[in-house]
């Protein structure tokens, strides 16, 4: 009856306050114990970082999982996804390489 747009939309703004709970927690739990300085405005930019990557992550699962119709064939192809965009997403470059 819908178009998949409109129902993943819906979605991810229907589930954003359990995200924007869930954020804050995983922010709690990590923020302080990495080592980071105990300023407002850091934290905030923090925080909206963890909860931008959890919005990415499950919009690439919703995308993924969307294209299937069988959850074990969906979940045989998300690493096959996920694996070149960690590669290529800057995640493996050496601090050298970046300056």
Same mark, same amino acid.
């Given at each position: 009856?819908?178009?998949?747009?409109?129902?993943?939309?819906?979605?991810?703004?229907?589930?954003?306050? %359990?995200?924007?709970?869930?954020? @804050?927690? /995983?922010?709690?739990?990590?923020?302080? #114990?990495? *080592?980071?300085?105990?300023?407002? $405005?850091?934290?905030?930019?923090?925080?909206?970082? %963890?909860?931008?990557?959890?919005? @990415?992550? /499950?919009?690439?699962?919703?995308?993924? #999982?969307? *294209?299937?119709?069988?959850?074990? $064939?969906?979940?045989?192809?998300?690493?096959?996804?996920?694996?070149?965009?960690?590669?290529?997403?800057?995640?493996?470059?050496?601090?050298?390489g970046i300056f």
């Amino acid at each position: 009856m819908y178009d998949i747009w409109i129902y993943a939309t819906t979605k991810m703004i229907a589930e954003t306050p %359990i995200m924007l709970f869930i954020s @804050a927690l /995983t922010n709690v739990m990590i923020y302080w #114990s990495v *080592g980071y300085n105990n300023d407002i $405005t850091e934290w905030l930019e923090f925080y909206a970082f %963890i909860f931008m990557v959890m919005q @990415a992550g /499950t919009a690439m699962g919703y995308a993924v #999982s969307s *294209g299937f119709t069988v959850q074990g $064939t969906a979940t045989s192809i998300a690493p096959m996804v996920n694996i070149p965009l960690s590669i290529l997403g800057g995640y493996m470059i050496s601090l050298k390489g970046i300056f």
